[in-house]
């Protein structure tokens, strides 16, 4: 019975990020517009949504090592800034 519910919801959620893609690249990032398309979410979760999940251009996935790197010498420069 659980994985029915949980099956059921993964198909409204795709359905939805689908449907917010299309929206996005249809009205550009008018929030309150598309918050209309879907009753049980508001513009600020349509945003929220888009920027943190949906939109194509995310980066997901370990950190490259250039990355780590940058990370770590700007983090020893902060440090090295403060007297202890």
């Known amino acids: 019975m659980y994985f029915l519910f949980w099956y059921m919801r993964k198909c409204k959620i795709m359905f939805q990020d689908g449907l917010l893609k299309q929206l996005v690249e249809e009205y550009s990032e008018k929030w309150d517009y598309i918050s209309l398309h879907f009753p049980d979410r508001s513009d600020i979760q349509c945003q929220q949504r888009w920027q943190k999940v949906v939109n194509p251009e995310l ?18 420069q902060l440090l090295q800034s403060y007297p202890f």
């Open 59 to 76: 980066v997901k996935g370990p950190w490259t090592k250039e990355v780590r790197y940058n990370c770590a010498n700007s983090g020893l």
